[in-house]
C-alpha cells in the first residue's frame, strides 16, 4: 500500500539536509552526463555512418590489387559495367619548390569521377569540381599548411610536375589519421609519370564503379568472388565498408561506454558512503518513527523514496549536463571520424542514462538502507542499544550485493569487444576496489592496534578519527585511491609508450631513411650521404618476391584448397648479407653467411614469427618466386627480430651470393642532427635522383607524438569524467565527515581548543587518507601500467617515478586542502548554536 | 476481561561477556482500563526494561505480556508496530521529537500513520490543550525542554490510545517546569480515561497515582493502591 504518508514523511525528514544530500547524490551527475554524452553520440554516429554508407567506400564497389589488372580481369570488368573510374595509390616523394621542401607522401592518381558518393571538400572551394580537368594536385591539408604552400604553386612527383588545385578538407572514404600515417596527394592519372610504377610494386590498382540499375553488388561479388580470389583480387562493398566502420567504432564506443561507467560506479561508491552517514544521523528519528507505530517497509520507504528523489534529480541533471558534453565529443574524436556527425538528441540514450543513474544510486544506497530495518525502537529508550553492525549477517544486504555484481558485470559483459574482455574488466575492477577496501579496512584495524598514545594530542586526535564510529576512511579510500589509480595508469602508459621512441632519440641510431635506390644509384647516392658529411649507417639491397612452393607443395595448390595463409600469400622483401643486426639474434640452427656456389639451394635466415605461420622449421624447403624465376632454398636458421628497433629488419634473410643479379633496390640508413641537415640531404639527393624516397624519422616520431596525444586527450577526457567525479565524492565524503566532526569541533572549542588545534587535528586525519590512498592506487596503476605493457604494448615496464612523486604529495595536498576550505565556516558558527540546533 | 495489559511471568535476561545478566525476574501483574500506575524503584533496577517489555519495544527472555486482549510475543514487528499505533501512547525522558518537523507534524505523525482523516484539526486541537497553540510551525531547536515535552504530551494522546506509556517524564526538567507537566498529564489522561503505566523517581508524582508498583533488582518488592 503505497500510503501518502511516506512521501509526506520523506518530504518533511529531508528539511535542513537537502542541500547536503544534493551534494552526496551530486557524485553521480558527472558520471550520468558521461554516460549520456558518450552513447548520445555514439548511437548519432552510428546513424550516420548507416546513413552515407556509400560515402565511406565513395562507390558501390571497388576491386584493389597489387598490380594492374590482367586481360580476363580486364573483360569481367568490361562485361560488368555501370559507371567507373581507377586510382593507383603508392607511395613516391612529393617536392614543392617554392620552398624546396620534400616530403614522402601517397600518391593517388585518378582517372573517372572517384568519389561517386559524397563529395570532395576543398579549399578554395572550386578545386573540389575542376582539379581532374585543369591536370592539378589536390594536396593533404597538413601538407600544404606545414610547408606553407599555396593554391597555385607546384609540386613535382617523379619527373612531372602540376599546380597545386587546393587543399583537401575532406575526403569521401578517408579519415584524418590516415593524413597523419601519410598525407595524400591526388593527381589525375592521365599526366601520372609511369616510369614511378616500373620498379618496386608497391603500387595498388583499384577499380571503383558506381552502378545505377539497383544492382544488388552483394551477389555480383558473390557469383565472382572464386574468380577475383583467382586474380589477386581484392573487392570491397558498401555492405562490407559499413560493417568494419561499424564494428571499429561500436568497440571505441563500448570503451568509452565502460570508461564513463567507470565514474558511474565511482559515484555510486558516494552514494553509498552518503546515504550510510545520512541514515546513522537519522537514528533517532527512525526509532521514534517505529515506536509510533511505523512498520519496518514504512520506514524504509520514507529514506528509500528521499534517494530515489534525488538520485533522479541528479540523474536528471546529469542527463542535460551529458546533452551539453554531447557536442564536445566530436571535438575530441573528430580525427578518427570519417564523416560529420551533426549534433542530435537521442531520447533512448537519455532515458537509458537517467535509469541507469536512477538505478546505480538506488542500488548502492540500499547498501547502507537495509540497515534501517533493523533498527530497534527501543532506541527511544536508552541510546545503548546496538544497532547490527553486521550487515554482512542480514540476507536481503547479499542479495543487493548480488544484484549490484550481476548489473556491473552485465554492463561490462554488453560492453566489451568479448565476454572474456569483459570479464577482465569487472576482474580488474574487484581487484582495484578490493585492494582499496582492505587497504582501508587495514588503516583502520592498524590505527587502532597501533595506536601512538604517547604521540601530542593532536595527533592522537587525528589518528583516532580514522576509526572512530562514522569515520569516512572507507569513502575516501576508495574514491582517492580510485583517482590516483586512473591518473596513475594514464600517465604511466604515456610514459611507457614515450620511453620507446626516446631510445631511438637517444642512441647513435639512423634516423633517415633513403629508399627505392637503384643499383646503378646507389654508389653516386652514398657519395652524395658522405659529401655531406654524414654516416652511411646501413645500406641494404632489397628483392621483392612472392612463396612459390613450401615443402613441394605450390601456393597455387594451397590457394585451391584454402590452405593457404596470409604467410603464403603475401610479397616479401628480403635482404642478402653475410651478417647479423644488432636487432636479431637466431634463437635456432646455423645462420650461414654465404652460399655455397656448388649448391643449387639457399639456405635463408626466417623469423621465427613468420616461421610458425608458414608452418615451417629448419630444414624445410621454400621455394622463391622472383619476377618468373624459381629460387629454391632452405630453412636454415630462425631467427628473433625485434621488430620496434628503428633500422632495416627482415622476415627472410638470404645469404651473400644468390640474388645479386636479380632486379633490385637499395635502402640507405643515415643519420643528421637537425632538420636543416636532413632538408639539405633531401635536396642534394631529390636534385639528381627524384625517384629516390627518402623518410626523415624525426618527422615520422612527431607524426607518431601527434598521433599519440590525440589518442591520449581522447582517453584523458574520458578520464576527466571519473576524476571530477572523484572530487565530487572527495568534496562529499570530506563535508559528511564534517558534518559529523562539527560537534565536536564544537565541543573542544567549547573546552578551550583553538581554531588551530582544531584544523591541525583535520589536517592529520585527511593527510592520512590522502597518502595512503595515493600509495594504494598508485601501486594498482604501477601493476596495471606493467600489465598494460606486457601484454597490450608488448615493451618493458617504465614506471614515470616523476609523476608517481608528484601525484603522491599531490593527492593528499589536494584532499587536505578540500577538507579544510569545507571547514573554514565551523569555526566561525557559536557553540550554543551548533550545540543546540545540530542533529 | 477488563484489563488493558496483563503481565505474566515476565523474565528478562542480558547477555554481559560471558555473564548472565537477569534484569527482570518472574514479574507479573495487570492493569484494568483506565487504571494508573506508577513504577518505582532505585536506578537500575529495571524500569525502563519493563516498559519497553510492556510496550512490545523490546522481546522477553521468558514470560508473556498482552496488550489491548493481543499476546505480545507471538506478534511480528510490524504488527507490534501497528499495534502501538493503535493502542499506546509514550512519553519519554528526552521528548524524542523528530527535529526536521514542526510542532504540529510531530503531533501528527501517529495520526498519519494511522491513515485518519482530519489529523490536522486534532493535533492543533490538543497543542492548544497544552497551551502551545501559537508555537505550531515551530521546529523542535526552537522550544525551551518544558515545551518539547508538552508537544510530545499531544502527541501521545493524538490517537486516543488506550495505554500510556510514560519513562520518567520530568527527569530532564526543572522542578517548576516538571510541576507543570505532570499537572497537564494528569489533566488529559483523566479526561480522555487512558490507562497510564508512569515510570518515575518522584515521590509526589507516584502518589498522584492509584498505584504503586515498587521494583528492586528486577523483583516487584510491593504492589500497593493509593486511594481507595
Ligand atoms: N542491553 C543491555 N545489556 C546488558 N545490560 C543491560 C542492557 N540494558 C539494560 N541493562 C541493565 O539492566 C539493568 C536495568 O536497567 P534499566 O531497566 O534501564 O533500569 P532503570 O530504568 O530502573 O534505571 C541495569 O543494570 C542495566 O545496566
Ligand atoms: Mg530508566
Given at each position: ?15 535542513g539536509s ?9 557524485s ?7 554516460l ?9 554516429l552510428?546513424k ?5 554508407s556509400?560515402t ?5 564497389l571497388?576491386?584493389e ?8 580481369m580486364?573483360?569481367a ?9 581507377r586510382?593507383?595509390?603508392f607511395?613516391?616523394m612529393?617536392?614543392f ?10 600518391v ?11 563529395d ?33 604553386d607546384?609540386v ?5 610536375f602540376?599546380?597545386v588545385?587546393?587543399r583537401?578538407d ?6 584524418q589519421?590516415m ?7 591526388y593527381?589525375?592519372a592521365a599526366r ?36 577475383l ?5 581484392r ?9 568494419s566502420?561499424?564494428e ?9 561506454n565502460?570508461v564513463a ?9 558516494g552514494?553509498?558512503g552518503?546515504i550510510?552517514?545520512y ?9 521514534v518513527?517505529?515506536?509510533?507505530g ?16 534525488m ?22 574524436l ?13 531520447w533512448g540514450?537519455?532515458?537509458a ?9 538506488a ?7 537495509v540497515?534501517i ?5 527501543l ?11 553486521t ?17 556491473i ?15 577482465g574488466?569487472?576482474?580488474a575492477l ?15 584495524w592498524?590505527?587502532?592496534r ?19 564510529p ?6 575516501l579510500?576508495?574514491?582517492l ?17 614515450l ?18 635506390i637503384q ?5 653516386p647516392?652514398?657519395?652524395?650521404v658522405?659529401g655531406?658529411?654524414l654516416?652511411?649507417l646501413d ?6 618476391m ?10 597455387s595448390?594451397?590457394?585451391?584448397d ?8 603475401r610479397?616479401?622483401r ?7 643486426t644488432?636487432?636479431?639474434?637466431v634463437?635456432e ?9 656448388n649448391?643449387?639451394v639457399a639456405?635463408?635466415s ?15 624447403s621454400?621455394?622463391f618466386?622472383v ?10 636458421s ?5 621488430w620496434?628497433r ?27 642532427e637537425?632538420?636543416e641537415?636532413?632538408a ?15 623518410i ?5 616520431l ?12 581522447v ?13 565530487i ?11 559529523q ?24 586525519e585527511y ?6 590512498a ?7 596503476s604501477?601493476a ?16 614515470d617515478v ?11 595536498f ?7 576550505v569545507?571547514?573554514?565556516?565551523i ?13 | ?7 505474566r511471568?515476565?523474565t ?17 501483574f ?8 506508577a ?26 505480556v ?12 510490524d ?6 499505533n ?13 527535529p ?12 498519519e500513520?494511522?491513515g485518519?482523516?482530519?489529523p ?9 490543550q ?15 525542554g518544558?515545551?518539547?515535552q ?15 506509556f510514560a ?6 526538567l ?7 507537566i505532570?499537572?497537564?498529564v ?8 487512558t ?9 509526589e ?10 521494583l ?5 518488592v ?7
Open positions: 500500500m503505497p500510503n501518502p504518508w511516506i512521501f509526506r514523511m520523506a518530504w518533511r525528514d529531508s528539511r537537502r542541500r547536503q544530500l544534493a551534494l552526496f547524490l551530486s553521480m551527475i558527472v558520471g550520468v552526463a558521461a549520456v554524452a558518450i552513447s548520445s553520440f555514439g548511437s548519432n552510428r550516420v555512418v548507416d546513413d552515407e556509400k565511406l567506400l565513395g562507390a558501390d571497388v576491386f590489387s597489387g598490380r594492374p589488372f590482367g586481360e580476363t580486364e573483360a570488368i568490361d562485361s560488368i559495367g555501370g559507371a567507373q573510374s586510382l593507383i595509390s607511395p613516391s612529393a617536392w619548390p617554392a620552398g624546396e621542401q620534400s616530403r614522402l607522401m601517397t593517388r592518381a585518378v582517372e573517372g569521377k572517384f568519389p561517386f558518393y559524397g570532395i571538400e576543398t579549399t578554395p572551394a572550386s578545386a573540389a569540381d575542376g582539379w581532374l580537368a585543369d591536370g592539378g594536385a589536390l594536396v593533404d591539408a597538413a601538407v600544404m599548411r606545414l610547408f606553407n604552400v599555396q593554391p597555385g607546384s613535382r612527383i617523379g619527373r612531372y602540376y599546380p588545385a587546393g583537401i575532406r575526403m569521401p572514404s578517408e579519415n589519421m593524413s597523419f600515417f601519410s598525407p595524400r596527394v593527381i589525375p601520372l609519370d609511369s616510369t614511378l610504377l616500373s620498379r618496386g610494386s608497391q603500387a595498388d590498382y583499384e577499380l571503383a564503379f558506381r552502378f545505377d540499375d539497383g544492382r544488388d553488388v552483394e551477389a555480383l561479388v558473390e557469383n565472382i568472388g572464386l574468380f580470389r583467382e586474380e589477386e583480387v573487392y570491397d562493398t558498401v555492405e562490407e565498408v559499413r560493417e566502420w561499424d571499429g567504432l561500436t568497440n571505441l564506443y563500448r570503451f568509452l565502460v561507467f567507470v565514474a558511474v560506479l565511482l559515484g555510486g561508491i552514494v553509498a552518503a550510510h552517514v541514515v546513522r544521523r537519522r537514528l533517532a528519528t527512525i526509532a518513527l517505529r515506536c509510533l511505523a512498520g519496518t517497509r514504512q520506514t524504509f520507504s520514507v529514506y528509500a523514496v528521499q534517494t530515489i528523489a538520485g533522479l534529480a541528479s540523474s536528471v541533471t546529469g542527463a542535460m549536463l551529458g546533452i551539453g558534453v554531447q557536442m564536445l565529443v566530436p571535438v575530441a573528430s580525427d578518427f571520424l570519417p564523416v560529420d556527425v551533426p549534433f542530435m538528441v537521442s540514450s537519455l532515458g542514462g537517467m535509469t541507469l543513474g536512477v538505478g546505480v544510486t542500488a548502492f544506497a540500499l547498501f547502507p538502507l540497515s530495518r533493523r533498527i530497534s525502537p532506541l527511544t529508550l536508552r541510546s545503548t542499544v546496538e544497532i547490527g553492525q550487515s554482512l549477517k542480514d540476507p536481503l544486504w547479499w542479495i543487493v550485493f548480488g544484484v549490484v555484481a550481476t548489473g558485470t552485465t554492463f561490462s559483459v554488453a560492453n566489451a569487444p568479448s565476454p572474456g574482455i569483459g570479464l574488466y569487472v576482474v574487484t581487484a582495484v576496489f578490493g585492494t582499496l577496501l582492505v587497504t582501508a579496512k587495514g588503516i583502520i592498524a590505527a587502532r597501533f595506536f601512538p598514545s604517547r604521540w601530542s594530542y593532536i595527533w592522537r586526535q587525528g589518528l583516532a578519527n580514522l576509526f572512530r562514522d569515520n569516512q576512511t572507507n569513502t579510500i576508495l574514491s585511491g580510485l583517482g590516483a589509480f586512473i591518473i596513475g595508469t594514464l600517465f604511466g602508459i604515456q610514459r611507457t609508450l620511453a620507446q621512441l626516446e631510445v631511438s632519440e637517444a642512441r647513435q641510431l639512423p634516423n633517415i631513411v633513403l629508399f627505392d643499383p646503378d644509384e646507389i654508389d647516392v652514398t657519395r652524395i658522405q655531406k658529411e654516416p652511411v645500406s641494404v639491397p632489397i628483392v621483392s612472392r612463396l612459390a612452393s613450401v615443402n613441394g607443395r605450390t601456393v595448390a594451397m590457394r585451391a584454402s590452405t593457404a595463409t596470409w604467410a603464403h600469400r610479397e616479401y628480403v635482404t642478402y648479407r653475410d651478417y647479423l644488432e636487432s636479431e639474434k634463437v640452427g646455423v645462420f650461414i653467411g654465404e652460399a655455397d656456389p649448391d643449387p639456405p635463408v626466417l623469423d621465427q614469427d613468420i616461421a610458425r605461420d608458414l608452418d615451417v622449421g629448419i630444414g624445410d621454400l621455394t618466386n619476377q618468373g624465376q624459381l629460387i629454391p632454398t632452405r630453412v636454415a630462425l631467427r628473433e627480430v625485434e620496434r628503428m633500422g632495416t629488419n627482415f622476415f627472410v634473410v638470404f645469404p651473400a651470393g644468390v640474388l645479386e643479379n636479380i632486379p633490385r633496390f637499395y635502402v640507405l640508413l643515415s643519420r643528421t637537425n632538420g641537415q636532413a639539405g640531404l633531401q635536396r642534394a639527393v631529390l636534385g639528381g635522383y627524384p625517384s629516390v624516397s627518402v626523415d624519422l624525426s618527422l615520422v612527431s607524426t607518431f607524438d601527434t598521433i599519440f596525444s590525440r589518442i591520449s586527450f582517453v584523458r577526457f574520458m578520464a576527466s569524467f571519473s576524476i571530477l567525479t572523484g572530487v565524492v572527495l568534496i562529499g565524503a570530506v563535508v559528511v565527515s564534517r558534518v566532526r562539527r560537534r565536536e569541533s564544537v565541543l573542544l572549542k567549547t573546552l578551550g581548543a583553538s581554531q588551530s588545534e582544531v584544523l591541525r587535528i583535520m589536517t592529520v593527510l592520512f587518507l590522502g597518502f595512503f595515493a600509495l594504494t592506487g598508485l601501486a594498482l604501477f596495471s601500467v606493467w600489465a598494460f605493457s606486457a601484454f597490450v604494448f608488448d615493451t618493458s615496464f617504465r614506471p616523476v609523476a608517481t612523486l608528484v601525484l603522491l604529495g599531490a593527492v593528499p589536494l584532499t587536505v586542502a578540500i577538507g579544510l569545507n571547514s573554514r565556516g569555526y566561525r558558527r557559536s557553540p550554543l548554536d551548533v550545540l543546540r540546533t545540530d542533529m | 476481561m477488563a484489563s488493558i495489559l496483563s503481565v511471568n515476565l528478562k535476561t542480558y547477555q554481559s561477556g560471558n555473564r548472565l545478566l537477569t534484569v527482570l525476574h518472574d514479574v507479573s495487570d492493569l484494568r482500563r483506565g487504571e494508573t500506575c513504577v518505582v524503584g532505585p536506578s537500575g533496577s529495571g524500569k525502563t526494561t519493563l516498559l519497553g517489555l510492556c510496550a512490545g519495544l523490546d522481546r522477553a527472555t521468558s514470560g508473556s498482552d496488550l489491548s486482549g493481543e499476546r505480545l510475543g507471538a506478534m511480528s514487528e504488527a507490534l508496530a501497528r499495534l502501538r493503535r493502542e499506546v501512547g509514550f512519553i519519554f525522558q528526552t521528548f524524542q521529537l523528530i526536521t518537523l514542526t510542532a504540529l507534524e510531530n503531533v501528527m505523525v501517529p495520526a500513520l494511522r485518519q482523516k482530519g490536522r484539526e486534532r493535533a492543533s486541537e490538543l497543542l492548544d497544552v497551551g502551545l497553540g501559537e508555537r505550531m510551525s515551530h521546529y523542535p531547536a526552537q522550544l525551551s518544558g515545551e518539547q508538552r508537544v510530545s504530551i499531544a502527541r501521545a494522546f493524538v490517537n486516543r490510545p488506550a495505554m500510556l519513562d520518567e517524564p520530568t527527569g530532564n526543572d522542578t517548576d517546569t516538571g510541576a507543570t505532570e499537572e497537564l494528569f489533566e488529559i489522561n483523566e479526561t480522555a480515561g490507562a497510564l503505566l508512569l515510570v518515575t523517581h518522584n515521590h508524582l507516584a502518589q498522584r497515582t492509584g498505584r504503586i508498583i515498587r528492586r533488582g528486577g523483583n516487584i510491593s504492589d500497593t493502591l493509593t486511594r481507595a
